[in-house]
Nanobody
Framework: QVQLAESGGGLVQAGGSLRLSCAAS????????MGWFRQAPGKEHEFVAA????????LYTDSVKGRFTISRDNAKNTVYLQMNSLKPEDTAVYYC???????????????WGQGTQVTVSS
C-alpha cells in the first residue's frame, strides 16, 4: 500500500502562489492515479485535482481550473499541485491520496496523508 506525506503548505496573500508536494513510499506509486483534496473547517473533503498513472490525463474541479496544475514525477514517487492566483476561499487542509483509477470521488482513494495547511489572507 502507498504511504503518502504532503508538504509545501503555508500562509500566502491573495494572488500568491504555492506548490504542494506529495511524496509516496512503496513500489505501487506509478500504478496509481493520484488526487488532491481539501477540507475547510466544518466542511466535507472536496475534490481538487487528479492525475492518471502516466500523467497523461488530469481532472480539476471548476473552481481551480486555470489556476491550479497537477503533475507527477514517477521517478521521484512524487505528485505536485502548483497553485497560482490563490484566493481566500482556497484556505483548507490539502490532502493527497491514491486510487486504482482516475476519479473525483473521495471514497475511491486510499492512503491519505496527514495533510498540509494552506491559508490565503485577503
Amino acid at each position: 500500500q502507498v504511504q503518502l506525506a504532503e508538504s509545501g503548505g503555508g500562509l500566502v496573500q491573495a494572488g500568491g502562489s504555492l506548490r504542494l508536494s506529495c511524496a509516496a513510499s512503496g513500489r505501487t506509486f506509478s500504478s496509481r492515479a493520484m488526487g488532491w483534496f481539501r477540507q475547510a473547517p466544518g466542511k466535507e473533503h472536496e475534490f481538487v485535482a487528479a492525475i492518471s498513472m502516466s500523467g497523461g490525463s488530469t481532472l480539476y474541479t471548476d473552481s481551480v481550473k486555470g489556476r491550479f496544475t497537477i503533475s507527477r514525477d514517477n521517478a521521484k514517487n512524487t505528485v505536485y499541485l502548483q497553485m497560482n492566483s490563490l484566493k481566500p476561499e482556497d484556505t483548507a487542509v490539502y490532502y493527497c491520496a491514491a486510487s486504482p483509477a482516475l476519479s473525483r470521488t473521495p471514497t475511491d482513494y486510499r492512503g491519505w496523508g496527514q495533510g498540509t495547511q494552506v491559508t490565503v489572507s485577503s
